[in-house]
């Protein structure tokens, strides 16, 4: 596995997330009729949200980011996103062990929503998420915690 970490973002990594989301989402979002150039980066910038943000480095260079959004009782992973090149490394999945072991530890549980047909569902899936609901675009996933024994 490569060498990884996590760093705080701040909001002068708006950008390079922006930039980021329209690289990872362009294939499926591109299948799904649904990418536009403008509104795929605007969407990250309206809910760009860096106290609950954490920045992916892989080899010592930005790869990717995660969001982890408090709500009620709940958690909701979001703006995953792992730069194409750094995919199938297995820090994707390094990266979701650590937040949801935050997460048991919090008894919290965790929801998400990955567009149809993503090859990420494959991953949620592994980590223990599961379908709640889902429309023509979107799956929606719960996780509840897994208790320390």
């Known amino acids: 596995m490569a060498d990884w970490e996590l760093r705080p973002a701040s909001v002068a990594d708006v950008e390079a997330v922006a930039e980021l989301r329209a690289v990872v989402l362009r294939s499926d979002l591109g299948r799904l009729g649904r990418y536009d150039e403008r509104r795929v980066r605007q969407r990250l910038r309206n809910g760009f949200a860096p106290e ?6 892989v080899d ?6 995660v969001a982890l959004r408090p709500a009620e009782r709940t958690y909701w992973l979001e703006h995953f996103y792992l730069d194409p090149d750094a995919q199938g490394r297995g820090v994707g999945s390094a990266v979701l062990s650590r937040l949801l072991e935050r997460c048991d530890r919090e008894d919290a549980v965790v929801r998400l929503n990955v567009l149809q047909g ?5 991953l949620y899936e592994r980590h223990g998420f599961t379908v709640e609901t889902e429309d023509e675009v979107d799956v929606f996933m719960v996780r509840r915690p897994v208790s320390a024994c």
């Open 60 to 65: 010592g260079a930005l790869a990717g980011c």
């Open 118 to 122: 993503s090859p990420a569902r494959r």
């Open 52 to 57: 609950h943000t954490w920045m992916i480095a």
